[in-house]
């Protein structure tokens, strides 16, 4: 290919030559350069209107090749035309190859548009939510897939932690949702059946309630005879010590199949019927109870303070609030050494309300805060007895702020004390215009 500027020269100079040509013949330069020039005119247009059908699909018109300048143009566009061909095909073959490979996953995989229009979907997603090709594709994601829940979650746009529908397609179907938005695009839903799971799940949950029921009348009945036995005296000496651990570990026993039963009651049953309680009053039960176990745990010098200054109202469940702020409490004091400030405090969130509970104790190094709210998950110096605690108030606490809508956050460091906050929405916690004071 020639360059653009010396094609651009040599027809000029030649114009200019055929016009010096015709004016020596006709003795009248100025007419012949307006003829020649009037001709180049015309003939470009020609060209130009020949290069327009060209482009819009017809065949080649000689009369572009005809000049070099127009016959460069044509070879450059057909050789970007060859160059994007190309890169479409190969393209066209990496889509190919991509949603081939998706296909073959065993998790279902759907796309839709900004406006939730489905646009494309892999095999496994269309048998786990009954799409048909191609009658759904641009189809309403929502008038295809009807669930109440699905709908909610997506009105919610926090999309932070999965969604688990059960009862989907069939009785005994649990299906759960991944959604990630894809920007300027539109969202990618990954799809998982995970009913298998969930039997799983409830299958653990029935057997830790069973088992915690059946032990529970054998443990009342032991606990009776030892309490028999050490109130009357019918031991001494160093059979009365033995009986005395031996009633003191089977309290905690109770203590820890009560709690089991109380963490099974919260997975497997539904939200039980919410009213609206005054928060402030359930802090002050709380606060007192937390005062009695302190006093009972030989910790005189550990204080123990309330900062409500507004009114608070919450609509839940009043037994499981309790269950969690009393819990939080407890660790505090048991893992607290004596002469600690603990803080139990409400206060305005961005989301709505949060409740804080805070101390100066010994603090939680940051490898184990992930893993605290697990069952009879501790942190290693806290593995003995000695605390009282049973390794499973972190985890009731989160299941009961999970039923609220809530989020359960922990913050701590070594040597400078933990901070837990229970987070609620604005429908759940909201002040009222009447203050309130401790």
Not at 120 to 125: D, I, L, R, S
Not at 347 to 364: F, K, L, T, Y
């Amino acid at each position: 290919m020639r360059n653009a500027g010396s094609t651009t020269v040599i027809e000029i100079t030649s114009l200019l030559l055929l016009a010096s040509a015709l004016g020596t013949i006709s003795g009248h330069f100025t007419a012949s350069a307006l003829i020649v020039s009037t001709s180049y005119l015309g003939l470009t247009l020609w060209r130009r209107n020949s290069l327009y059908r060209w482009l819009e699909g017809y065949k080649k018109n000689d009369v572009l090749l005809s000049s070099d300048l127009w016959r460069d143009v044509v070879r450059r566009i057909e050789l970007d035309r060859e160059d994007t061909k190309q890169k479409r095909d190969k393209l066209s073959e990496q889509l190919h190859n991509l949603r081939h490979a998706l296909s073959s996953l065993n998790i279902g995989m759907v796309l839709t548009d900004d406006t939730w229009a489905l646009t494309w979907w892999n095999t496994h997603g269309g048998e786990l939510l009954g799409l048909r090709h191609p009658d759904d594709v641009d189809g309403y994601l929502f008038a295809l897939l009807r669930s109440p829940a699905l709908k909610s979650y997506i009105s919610s746009q926090q999309f932070d932690d999965p969604l688990i529908v059960d009862n989907f397609r069939n009785d005994n179907q649990s299906i759960e949702f991944f959604f990630g938005p894809v920007p300027s695009s539109g969202y990618i839903i990954l799809v998982r059946d995970v009913t298998r799971f969930q039997k799983l799940n409830k299958m653990r949950s029935d057997f830790i309630a069973n088992v915690s029921h059946e032990l529970k009348t054998p443990l009342t009945v032991i606990n009776g005879y030892l309490e028999t036995l050490i109130d009357n005296g019918l031991v001494d000496h160093v059979a009365s010590k033995a009986i005395s651990n031996a009633w003191s570990q089977s309290q905690r026993m109770s203590t820890i199949i009560q709690d089991l039963m109380t963490l099974s009651q919260l997975e497997t049953s539904q939200s039980p019927d919410q009213t609206t309680f005054n928060l402030n009053g359930l802090l002050d039960q709380v606060v007192q109870q937390a005062r009695l176990l302190k006093e009972n745990l030989d910790k005189k010098q550990t204080q123990i303070g309330l900062s409500t200054p507004n009114r608070w109202d919450m609509i839940g469940s009043t037994n499981e609030i309790y269950s969690l702020l009393s819990n939080l409490l407890s660790n505090a004091i048991r893992y607290c050494p004596d002469g600690s400030d603990i803080i139990i405090s409400i206060e305005p969130h961005a989301d709505g309300a949060m409740i804080q509970v805070r101390d100066n104790g010994p603090g939680i190094a940051e490898s184990h805060i992930e893993r605290l709210t697990e069952r009879f998950y501790r942190v290693d110096n806290s593995h003995s007895s000695s605390t009282g605690g049973t390794g499973l108030g972190l985890s009731i606490a989160k299941h009961i702020v999970t039923r609220h809508n809530g989020t359960l956050k922990i913050e701590s460091r070594l040597g400078e004390g933990t901070c837990i906050q229970c987070i609620f929405p604005h429908d759940r916690a909201h002040p009222t215009s009447q203050n309130y004071s401790d």
